[in-house]
Nanobody
């Protein structure tokens, strides 16, 4: 079981950049698939980026070429580098990890993209 704590959210102008960080604690981190989801109030939570335990990466079409996820198994961190942010990227972002059929979530961090 892992515990996840996000940081790095905030407000940024369109076209700007932001990096979210997630610190994990617990055991067997390297065996987990990890990534980031986001949720807008009133809508379903959606996958933003995933890195599997075999280092395969998957991104939502809407963020490809703008967002990059990184995992560091030694440091137990999951970062999300976001560039060229758009107003539609505004959401609560959640760090996520999965080991077999068990999922773990952070508490969320808000990103607001506005003038």
């Amino acid at each position: 079981q892992v515990q996840l704590v996000e940081s790095g959210g905030g407000m940024v102008q369109p076209g700007g950049s932001l990096t979210l960080s997630c610190a994990a604690s617990g055991s067997m981190f390297g065996f987990h698939d990890v990534g980031w989801y986001r949720q807008v109030p009133g809508k379903e939570r959606e996958l933003v980026a995933e890195i599997t335990n075999t280092w395969r990466e998957k991104y939502a079409e809407s963020v490809k070429g703008r967002f990059t996820a990184f995992r560091d198994d030694a440091q137990k961190t999951i970062d999300l580098q976001m560039k060229n942010l758009k107003p539609e990227d505004t959401a609560d972002y959640y760090c996520w990890a999965r080991l077999r059929d068990k999922e773990f979530w952070g508490q969320g961090t808000r990103v607001t993209v506005t003038l």
